[in-house]
């Protein structure tokens, strides 16, 4: 499905931090990009990636996977072991990043789960009707590279996504282009998207969905919680409470502007 190229030259070169038994990396310091225990490694450390397995609250089976941008790994990594049934893609355009996967702990590829070398953008606009969920996790020192963020490459996650798909977007508030970006989602995903705030640093974390009730409802939400909570240690009541508030302003706004 997806075309994979090596030794692509890319302006990034990841570095390696090792302190207190974690292992973080980076485009440029202090920024960090991932980071892992090394008693743990499956485990989610950084508040961001625990936000965005929210993904879960609208689509707890699902099927198939893509995400864009490798890091260190750890969401592909709890993926890999707590959703033992779906099949998982990883994209990431540096080879040099898909270079560390064993530092990283990264499970080899097998007949459920693989990473590519490609860019995620080409896979993206390759790809029709063919996911459950979309993963957006890609930054270089810069942000948001320009081809992860433009309202075509939305479009086309739109498109990616099979009837029920859920789009998850990691974005910085911070970057000057935030706003558009989200204006860019709600519009191709037609006004079906809610941000929350990650708990630590700037991440704001996108969900978008393609058709459906998006969001679930407030029984669905607390359903879906109820059924997943044991399985997922990733603080997804927290995902879901701002969840709620998020979606309970709006229908405030609207109620004012009426």
Known sequence: M????????????????????ALSLHF??????SR?????????????????????????KPKRIAMIGLGG??????????????????????SEVVALRKEFGIPEDDARFRVVCADGADAVR??????????????????????LCSAMFYDNCHAALRPGGVLVVNLCADDTGYGSYIARISDSFNGNAVVVEADEGENKIVFAGKGGDFPPTLKDLTDRLGALEA????ELDKTAQKILQRQQARSGKRKTRR
Do not use: W
């Open 2 to 21: 997806f075309k994979a190229f090596h030794n692509t030259p890319t302006p990034e070169t990841p570095l390696l931090h090792e302190e207190n038994g």
């Open 28 to 33: 440029d310091f202090p920024t960090i990009q």
């Open 36 to 60: 892992m225990l090394k008693a743990e490694p499956e485990r989610l450390i950084l508040d961001y990636t625990r936000t965005m397995m929210g993904f879960l609250l609208f689509q707890p």
């Open 73 to 94: 790994g750890s969401l592909a990594k709890y993926c890999h072991l707590r959703l033992p049934e779906t099949d998982f893609t990883a994209i990431e355009i540096s």
């Open 126 to 147: 390759n790809s029709k009707n063919s996911f459950d969920i979309l993963l957006i996790d890609g930054f270089d020192r810069n942000g948001q590279p320009r081809q």
């Open 231 to 234: 399985l997922h240690p990733v």
